[in-house]
């Protein structure tokens, strides 16, 4: 069962990744430190210290909206879903999509140079309303290692 939810969010990455824009994929890239709060586009890459002073990459590969706009009444919150993509130069480490829905996946552990780092989407911005449809999205997550 774990293989096929595996093979599963691989196979939707990889879907997110082959319907995106290719005019619209931009590679720009930042350089944090662990457990920063950051905030990356769709096509944008992050670059974390980890502590043995490696760096693991986390690009955002896509960022899909299914919230409510918050000038609507509707019968549910909605959820925004975000593509990520962990590794470094020259190998992926995890694929794996991200909710903003509580009652979903927030989180995703990556196993690197013998530690375990965990990923975790803290929120999509701007929340959706009847006038921004169009505004680009931006993804804010964390890269930490558990129980520090």
């Not at 430190?33 to 590969?61: C, H, I, M, P, W």
Request: aromatic residues 8%; glycine residues 4%; contains cysteine.
């Amino acid at each position: 069962m774990k293989t096929s939810k595996s093979f599963l969010s691989i196979f939707f990455v990889h879907y997110l990744i082959s319907c995106t824009d290719p005019s619209a994929q931009r590679i720009e890239s930042q350089s944090k430190s662990l457990d920063t709060k950051v905030e990356a586009k769709s096509g944008e890459k992050v670059t974390f210290t980890t502590s043995r002073r490696q760096n693991l990459e986390v690009k955002v590969v896509s960022i899909l909206e299914y919230r409510c706009p918050s000038d609507v009444v509707c019968i549910w919150a909605g959820n925004a879903k975000v593509g990520f993509q962990v590794g470094t130069d020259s190998t992926v480490y995890r694929l794996c999509v991200l909710n903003t829905e509580l009652d979903c996946q927030q989180s995703t552990t990556v196993f690197y140079q013998g530690k375990n780092y965990e990923l975790r989407l803290i929120d999509v911005n701007p929340h959706p309303t009847t006038t921004n449809s169009k505004e680009e999205k931006v993804a804010k997550f964390q890269l930490s290692i558990p129980g520090i």
